[in-house]
């Protein structure tokens, strides 16, 4: 039997990666896409074929966390084996610009898939697997390193609406007796991460640095430290915690962390950059209330799951530098041609 999954946010960093693994393991991967007025597919066309065509197996719904009704056709429909909820506003900064929307999204949004999972599993007797992506974010300013014990601390109105779905997924556990999964994952990168979170700022702006597109990059608060891993590696982690026995909750983390700072000094020294002649404070990119130090410690994963991170920080810093130079010189090569398009998403980078 090929099993089924659904995932919500496919379009986003850790949608594409988790639709290629489980693509890989034979599934057929249905995911919940927002209608946009421009193509908001990028991350997940190479996987993608026209329903025609033998054997494709990757299948898009419209729908939206804002939308109930929509959440519960869309899972009776699909009829899926594992649920993997990752929409979401996932911007830290924006959720203090947009915060009734990052609840309702976040928050609500994820009780409203539980509602419909909890209603479709007592209608139809099937075993659906919810796994509910939780976020480092939650512990906010708990001192390092956090574990599952760590109590949350959430400094931002996403880490709150997070911490609200991480609770509304354990009493789903508790309540009904559904296979609910709580991951709470630190900080994931890779060349496929949205371009206002600091990582692929950096790399993006280091890479058009090199080839003489832009000259500096506005950065807020360099001295704040993240756990970062490869978000390739933690989708594993995910699947991994649906396949145990019992359902649970577990952090996934790197256990060291960085300081923006070296992230920078890292990024720009792969290119032979000095960072300091272009880096410039921009008080925009500070948050109202800042997490100082995030650093997981994931020995339950490890031992429970059997899973640990097969990419080191500098590793992954250089991966994505290789990628974002690469798009600066195409970027480049096309406005010698003649092609002077604006940075893509130039409007928008103002907010991260
Ligand atoms: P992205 O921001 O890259 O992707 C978010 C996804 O959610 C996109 O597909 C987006 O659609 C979709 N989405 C946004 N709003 C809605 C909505 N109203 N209804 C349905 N879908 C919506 O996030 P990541 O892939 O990085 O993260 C995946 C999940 O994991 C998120 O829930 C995030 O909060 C959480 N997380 C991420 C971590 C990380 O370091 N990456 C760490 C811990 C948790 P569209 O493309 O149309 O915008
Ligand atoms: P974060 O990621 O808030 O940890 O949330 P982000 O990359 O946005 O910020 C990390 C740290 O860098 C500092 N910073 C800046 N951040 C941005 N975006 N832009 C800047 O210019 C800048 N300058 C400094 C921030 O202040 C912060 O301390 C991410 C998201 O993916 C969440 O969805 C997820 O839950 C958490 O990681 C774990």
Redesign the pocket.
């Known amino acids: 039997m090929v099993k089924r999954a659904l995932i919500?946010?496919?379009?986003?960093?850790?949608?594409a990666y988790l639709t290629e693994f489980l693509l890989a393991k034979g599934y057929a991967v249905h995911g919940?896409l927002?209608r946009?007025s421009s193509f908001?597919t990028d991350r997940i066309d190479h996987l993608y074929h026209d329903p025609h065509v033998k054997g494709a197996n990757l299948t898009l719904h419209y729908g939206?966390?804002?939308d109930g009704t929509v959440l519960r056709r869309v899972l009776e429909k699909v009829e899926p084996d594992e649920v993997y909820n990752?929409?979401?506003?996932?911007h830290v900064k924006v959720s203090f610009e947009v915060p009734e929307y990052t609840a309702d999204?976040d928050a609500l949004?994820t009780l409203r898939a539980l509602e419909a999972l909890r209603d479709h599993v007592a209608h139809s007797g099937r075993q659906v697997r919810f796994y509910q992506?939780?976020?480092?974010e939650m512990f906010g300013g708990a001192k390092p390193p956090q574990n599952e014990k760590t109590p949350f601390e959430p400094r931002s109105p996403y880490a709150a609406s997070?911490a609200a779905a991480h609770w509304y997924a354990v009493n789903y556990r508790e309540a009904y007796n559904l296979f609910i999964c709580n991951g709470i994952?630190?900080?994931?990168e890779s060349p496929r991460r949205?371009e206002t979170f600091v990582s692929r700022k950096v790399t993006r702006a280091a890479g058009r640095i090199k080839e003489g597109l832009q000259d500096k990059l506005f950065l807020g608060n360099l001295e704040a430290r993240r756990d970062w891993g490869f978000?390739g590696d933690y989708v594993e982690a995910m699947w991994l915690m649906l396949q145990q026995v019992k359902p649970d909750d577990y952090v996934v983390a790197t256990g060291a962390s960085h300081s923006v700072r070296q992230l920078v000094e890292i990024a720009f020294g792969e290119l032979g950059l000095d960072w300091q002649k272009h880096v410039e404070l921009d008080a925009r990119y500070l948050r109202p209330t800042e997490v100082d130090a995030l650093e997981g410690d994931a020995s339950k994963a490890r031992k429970l799951l059997g899973w640990q991170p097969k990419m080191d920080f500098a590793t992954l810093i250089k991966l994505m530098v290789t990628h974002d130079l690469d798009l600066a010189q195409q970027e480049k090569t096309l406005r010698r041609a003649g092609y002077e398009s604006p940075a893509r998403g130039a409007a928008s980078t103002g907010v991260g």
């Open positions: 919500t946010g496919i379009t986003g960093q850790d949608g919940m927002r946009a908001n939206d966390l804002a990752l929409g979401a506003q996932s999204v949004g992506a939780g976020s480092s997070k994952l630190f900080n994931h949205g978000a």
